[in-house]
């Protein structure tokens, strides 16, 4: 069993719509979690960032984090043909380690 | 302020010999760390380094290797390469403040390397 498990879609929604992407892991140990989007033969470009619990919002992203049960999501509402991308959940534990734990990606298609 | 630079982008080897890529990363971070993306396999850790030490090292053969300078640029090495390192390579820097900030991990466009 793999520690961080996210479906790998592809999940399409129509414009407009509000899209719930989510990761569940089995390391207890782990504090920080990101939210990364990768566009086709692009780099990871990080979109949220969140420590231990809770729900933070920057724009039309929300992310939350549900430690006790280990399971973390990331919404987009009025999504966007240009948020059609892959979105890959990574998350670490120690705070002198940058060893990121991804997920394997979902990939979002928004049609127009 | 400029991202994380890799170069080279794309590039195309054979099998058994080795392949050095480059990373600077942004201006002010002083941590660097290294990625594997392939299909299969996803994305995988490879290695981090601060202040020219390897700080932790994700589960690859000897064959990888890296090391970072005293300006904060980084190298990554593969040795007698093999069909499957065909990946992309990423490059990510850190700024390792004392705040939670200072875990926000940004990556590179990475190295493209096919190995034929």
């Known amino acids: 069993q793999k520690e961080v498990e996210q479906d790998p879609g592809p999940l399409s929604v129509p414009e407009g719509a509000i899209v719930s992407l989510n990761c569940t892991y089995s390391?207890?140990?782990?504090?920080?979690f990101m939210w990364y989007r990768q566009y086709s033969r692009k780099g990871p470009e990080l979109l949220m960032y969140t420590y231990s619990s809770g729900n933070k919002e920057d724009g039309r992203f929300t992310a939350q984090v549900d430690k006790s049960s280990k399971y973390i999501s990331l919404f987009i509402r009025d999504s966007q043909p240009s948020d059609s991308a892959t979105y890959l959940c990574a998350m670490s534990g120690d705070t002198g380690r940058r060893a990121l734990t991804f997920g394997s990606g979902t990939r979002l298609q928004v049609q127009p | 302020k400029a991202g994380v630079t890799q170069t080279p982008r794309y590039l195309i080897k054979t099998r058994g010999q080795q392949v050095t890529l480059s990373c600077s990363p942004i201006?002010?971070?002083?941590?660097v760390s290294w990625y594997q993306q392939t299909p299969g396999q996803g994305l995988q850790f490879l290695f981090e380094?601060?202040?020219?030490?390897?700080?932790n090292k994700g589960n690859f053969p000897g064959r990888f290797s890296g090391r970072q300078f005293s300006n904060s640029r980084s190298e990554m090495n593969v040795s007698t390469l093999e069909l499957g390192d065909s990946a992309l390579y990423l490059c990510?820097?850190?700024?390792?403040?004392?705040?939670?900030?200072?875990?926000?991990?940004?990556f590179g466009e990475g190295s493209w390397l096919t190995v034929v």
């Open positions: 390391n207890s140990a782990f504090q920080y």
């Open positions: 201006s002010g971070h002083r941590s």
């Open positions: 990510a820097s850190s700024p390792m403040g004392q705040d939670s900030s200072g875990n926000t991990i940004y």
């Open positions: 380094y601060f202040s020219e030490t390897q700080r």
